[in-house]
């Protein structure tokens, strides 16, 4: 045996360097938000997104539609095929208002000219402000309005 030890070839491999963005903002619907990988990655890497709500994605830039409003951590894990993994994880705040949804109801609940007085009650959900046409040329932009009705009679 002589002094020398044989030659050793140590592969380093990388740990990918995880960001990632997103296009939330407030709408009026339930939202499909957008996430772009920013990730420094090997070719071949496989991406593990975990969206904060129970649902995940492994697609590189995935769209996912939340049902609630609130704040997600949502995080993005990337395995290298070697088996290095990066991640990381930042919190979203998803905002959006529901869509209204109009109802109502009269009083008193049968209605006819002879009644004189019709009261419409506001049953809508998620309204936040109000236009009612009655039909007759006649509008009104109050939450729950009453409308006169009149009948003139003109006899010689």
């Not at 990918?16 to 939330?24: I, L, R, S």
């Not at 994880?89 to 209605?111: C, E, H, M, R, W």
């Not at 006819?112 to 040329?137: E, H, P, Q």
Request: net charge negative; charged share 10%; aromatic share 12%.
């Amino acid at each position: 045996m002589s002094g020398t030890s044989p030659a050793v070839n140590l592969v380093v491999n990388e740990v990918p360097v995880v960001a990632f963005t997103n296009d939330t903002s407030m709408t009026c619907a339930v939202p499909e938000i957008n996430f772009t990988n920013l990730s420094t990655y090997i070719p071949g890497s496989v991406f593990n997104w975990n969206f904060g709500d129970g649902s995940e994605s492994e697609t590189e830039n995935p769209s996912h539609i939340f049902n609630n409003p609130g704040l997600y951590p949502i995080s993005l894990a990337i395995t290298t095929p070697a088996g290095c993994v990066g991640s990381n994880t930042s919190n979203v705040d998803i905002t959006f208002f529901p869509l209204p949804q109009a109802d109502y109801v009269t009083a008193p609940g049968i209605t006819n000219i002879f009644t004189g007085k019709i009261s419409f009650v506001d049953r809508s959900s998620y309204a936040v402000s109000w236009l009612w046409d009655f039909g007759d040329g006649a509008y009104s932009y109050d939450q729950n309005p009453i409308i006169i009705i009149m009948k003139l009679v003109i006899t010689k």
